[in-house]
């Protein structure tokens, strides 16, 4: 790097150059072409007298390459400052960030004009996108830790009793231990689904579904779910071929019931499946309070929770989203007089390739 010349001075030993060669270019062009207009008789030869003043054309020749070197080094240095300072902002805030630190943006520069401002403006653009996914990684890693804690704590109490005589290994606490480790792997199926999903690489195996069919099949798991809850289950479904994931489907309307029976109050869960021209709308309504006003966008963001949530993993709605919008939808909340209802919007046609 220190054998390197700085482009301020490339500029201005370029410019300097380029002045020179102008001034000897021209020069020796007028001599030449005066010669040749001479020779051919086009304009009278000078004066014997005229050799006399040769000294005076070399000086005046070397004055003007002189005075041309000099402005061509003034206009070098002013453009050079012009697109070096800039340049070496972002070059030295992009070191700092390459050190570690995200916060690093670069301050405005009055030389920077045009494509400069442009370049500085996307850097901290990039650095501010940079600085976001690195907090949203250091909080997306403390809230796994904080909900794989619950259940592993748990477990190793329960386990550590059973070695120490406190608790007896009967089918009660084997049962108890079986429902930690489901929530466990429903967890971690959660955030995978959901990290694929952020990164475009949630995998789907496309084929041609009757919707309705497909969550009436499910009746007898969503009864499982809800009776024991208090809920009733009432099923809407108009019939046609959609063609979607059936186990991405399935994934979603489960979590959505899983999230209306830990949330809302017992009611009759209402599941209705509807066509719109070219989309698929699958509703689950239910009876309860629903989302706050300021919340329901939040909602179906990693760990969210509302004020009155306090169980859950705060993946459901965030999975929810992830499956439609990777089928080419959206899901969506909708607060009427009655009922509080999650949509999963989906098209009808699929062009995608089958994973």
Same mark, same amino acid.
């Given at each position: ?11 201005? !030993? ?51 390459? !002189? ?33 570690? #630190? ?26 501010? $996108? !940079? ?15 904080? @909900? ?6 748990? !477990? ?57 069919? @497909?969550? #009436? ?5 969503l009864t499982s779910m ?25 994934q979603a309307i489960i ?6 029976? $830990? ?33 329901? @966008? ?9 004020? $009155? ?43 995608? #390739?089958?994973?």
């Amino acid at each position: 790097m220190r054998g390197r010349i700085s482009l301020a001075r490339q500029l201005a !030993l370029s410019m300097a150059a380029l002045a020179l060669a102008a001034v000897a270019v021209i020069t020796l062009a007028f001599y030449v072409v005066y010669a040749v207009l001479e020779r051919w008789r086009i304009v009278a030869p000078p004066p014997p007298s005229a050799s006399d003043t040769f000294g005076l054309d070399v000086g005046i020749t070397l004055a003007a390459c !002189l005075m041309g070197v000099l402005l061509a080094l003034a206009i070098a240095i002013r453009l050079a400052r012009r697109i070096v300072r800039p340049l070496g902002a972002v070059g030295e805030a992009a070191r700092r960030i390459a050190e570690g #630190n995200l916060t690093t943006r670069v301050e405005s520069v009055g030389e920077a004009h045009g494509e400069t401002a442009l370049l500085i403006a996307d850097f901290n653009a990039m650095a501010s $996108r !940079l600085q976001r996914m690195s907090d949203d990684v250091k909080v997306w890693n403390a809230q796994i830790a904080h @909900e794989l804690r619950t259940p592993l704590t748990i !477990l190793r109490g329960r386990l550590q009793g059973v070695k120490d005589g406190v608790f007896v290994l009967d089918e009660k606490l084997v049962d108890d231990l079986m429902k930690q480790v489901d929530g466990l792997a429903r967890l971690v199926e959660d955030l995978r689904s959901v990290s694929l999903a952020d990164s475009g690489r949630l995998e789907l195996m496309f084929s041609d579904v009757d919707l309705a069919a @497909e969550v #009436n099949d499910m009746r007898p798991i969503l009864t499982s779910m809800l009776t024991p809850a208090g809920f009733g289950l009432e099923l809407v479904l108009q019939p046609a071929i959609v063609r979607v994931d059936p186990a991405r489907i399935r994934q979603a309307i489960i979590a959505l019931v899983d999230n209306a029976r $830990r949330h809302a109050d017992p009611c009759t869960l209402r599941i209705v499946v509807e066509f719109s021209d070219q989309t698929a709308v699958i509703t689950v309504a239910d009876e309860g309070p629903g989302l706050a006003e300021g919340f329901r @966008e939040d909602a179906f963001t990693q760990f969210a929770r509302g004020e $009155r949530i306090s169980e859950g993993s705060g993946l459901g709605l965030a999975v929810v989203r992830g499956i439609a919008r990777a089928h080419g939808g959206d899901a969506t909340y909708l607060r009427t007089s009655s009922h509080s209802m999650f949509r999963i919007s989906l098209p009808k046609s699929q062009s995608a #390739n089958v994973a």
